[in-house]
């Protein structure tokens, strides 16, 4: 994750989930992701696929419209990457998995930038395959945003958060020197 939003959601979440594969959807604060709210949505599931239940102004301006009430596919003009994204959100559902996308977008004016979208499963009234929490950032605001919107993103990395693991973590030497000196990533299944 390079994003500080998609940072401090994803650790957040993980805080809330503890040894759950994911927390309840009534325990999200938006207080504590306050640094991050601009960037943060919630999907909820719904027959025609995932639809955004809350968007946050940055999101929101990126497309320059507001997302709430519609399908999260319809980001993606492109109907077969239409159908690859409510394939990612069911999986996010289906295996109670995270999952971290790096995406390439191009906006009206021809501008590119690179975005990192979250997607981690939330629960709600005890219920899964209910909401998804999600959060998608810029790693540094365009200068652009609110004068030219995005028209098309493709996914050019994907890495899923499989259950039971943790978010990277550095382990530190016993001895007197505190330097890093090794990081573990989250991989596969176990």
Known sequence: ????????????????????????????????????????FVLENEPIGPVFRLAGTRLCALFGREQRGRAFA????????????????QTVMDESAGAVAGLAAETIGGATVHLELLLL???YRGRTHA??????SPAVTPEWLGLDTLDSMRMISLRMIWPGTQ??????????????????????RA
């Not at 927390?23 to 943060?40: C, S």
């Not at 909401?131 to 998608?136: D, F, K, W």
């Open 74 to 89: 319809a980001l993606w003009p492109d109907v077969e990457a239409q159908g690859e994204m409510r394939r990612l959100v």
């Open 167 to 188: 978010a990277p973590r550095q382990i530190e030497s016993t001895t007197a020197e505190k330097r890093p000196k090794l990081m573990l990533l989250p991989g596969g």
């Open 121 to 123: 499963p939330l629960r």
């Open 131 to 136: 909401r998804v929490l999600g959060a998608l």
């Open 1 to 40: 994750m390079k994003n500080p939003s998609t940072r401090l959601v994803f650790n957040y979440w993980d805080t809330l989930r503890g040894e759950r594969s994911a927390p309840e959807r009534g325990e999200i604060e938006p207080g504590a992701l306050r640094h991050a709210l601009a960037d943060t």
